[in-house]
């Protein structure tokens, strides 16, 4: 998610010019940012389980701005109408909240493709923060002024996570009552499966309690892999250019003055006198955090080597549904992720990566 130096222009590509990296990690990154939202745990905590509506319209504002650089038409038109099919959908279940989210997915690929055309020489991720800095206002904005108030979205996410939940107990019990017999033997060989279903209710509320209260922070955290993947994806389609590509998890750093949001959230959850903010203070350590871990992540892979990282992750990731093994390998992500933060934080100061170049 790095970005490289970006050019002045996004131009054309000549027929015979270097296209983008391989298609291999950006079809894995796309299958997991489809479908890693549908395991039960984690759709009771992710504010969108559908990304497929985040991504589209994304990728359908980077191909016209792609046409508008000279880009091909058919491209432009033929994503466009697929990101228009996609949000006109009105589910039975839930459509307020299918709302907000399919207005939400339209003001940041609009915002983010306002951003391309007239941010030319800027690099991706200066482009979706802005993108996602002015969604938020015009957010807020239309929160107090418009029909849909801050306390009545509140209120839907929370229905929404609450739907997610009885739908996952409804489906366990479902199987359970199919299979009595075989549920019963395995339950006398493994006594803790009992209780399995209790503790799934409490595991996903608990999950979910979560999951409103840091709704903004992972729904920005959401937003902002939507529109890497789409950049991505767009300029392994298009010859078009609209600016640099994405680099190296190794090379991802970012403006060092983003620190100041980690400062402000800590600001607010240690004053006494800041109650009253102590949500947004929250949403402000977990955003800032998450990029900081994922800017720490890009130094251990830089000092590791090459894919060393994403197969401890995607190894730790698999023992999580293990049942013996699930303790040890969330103690494990979870200490790993501490260290990527303090990483990611020290290179603010350090930079460990320029350090590694230095001669002795």
């Known amino acids: ?121 800027r690099p991706f991720f200066a482009r979706a923060l802005i993108a996602l800095g002015g969604t938020l206002a015009l957010a807020a904005v239309m929160s107090l002024v418009g029909p849909v108030t801050a306390s009545h979205a509140s209120k839907t996410v929370a229905e929404e996570f609450a739907r997610r939940n009885a739908e996952t107990s409804a489906t366990l019990n479902a199987v359970i009552a199919a299979h009595p017999k075989e549920w019963n033997d395995l339950s006398q060989k493994v006594p803790q499966l009992a209780s399995l279903p209790a503790e ?55 403006n060092d003055q983003l620190v100041w949001g980690l400062i402000v959230g800590l600001t607010i959850m240690l004053l006494p006198t800041l109650t009253t903010l102590r949500g947004a203070g929250k949403n402000l350590l977990v955003f800032f955090g998450a990029l900081y871990a994922v800017r720490g992540f890009g130094v251990l892979t830089w000092f590791m080597a090459p894919g060393s990282l994403g197969i401890t992750l995607a190894v730790g990731f698999v023992m999580l549904w293990a049942p013996v093994l699930n303790v040890f390998a969330a103690l494990v992500l979870m200490m790993l992720g501490i260290a990527a933060l303090a990483l990611g934080l020290g290179d603010t100061w350090a930079d460990w990566r320029r350090r590694a170049r230095s001669p002795l």
């Open 1 to 121: 998610m790095s970005d490289s130096a970006p050019p002045e222009r996004p131009a054309p590509v000549a027929p015979g010019a270097a296209t983008e990296r391989g298609w291999g990690r950006l079809l894995l990154a796309l299958a997991a940012f489809l479908f890693v939202p549908t395991i039960p745990q984690v759709r009771a905590l992710l504010p969108v389980e559908q990304t497929m509506l985040l991504f589209v319209p994304a990728l359908a504002a980077c191909t016209l701005v792609g046409w508008w650089a000279g880009g091909r038409a058919f491209i432009a038109i033929a994503w466009v109408a697929v990101a228009v099919l996609l949000t006109a959908q009105v589910p039975a279940q839930s459509s307020a909240f299918q709302n907000l989210v399919r207005g939400w997915s339209l003001l940041l690929a609009g915002a983010f493709g306002l951003v391309c055309l007239l941010g030319f020489a």
């Open 200 to 254: 799934t209710d409490k595991e996903l509320g608990v999950l979910s309690r979560w999951g409103v209260t840091l709704f903004p922070a992972l729904l920005a955290l959401e937003s902002l892999a939507a529109l890497a993947l789409a950049w991505a994806s767009y300029h392994r389609l298009a010859r078009a250019r609209l600016g640099a590509p994405l680099g190296a998890l190794r090379e991802f750093r970012f």
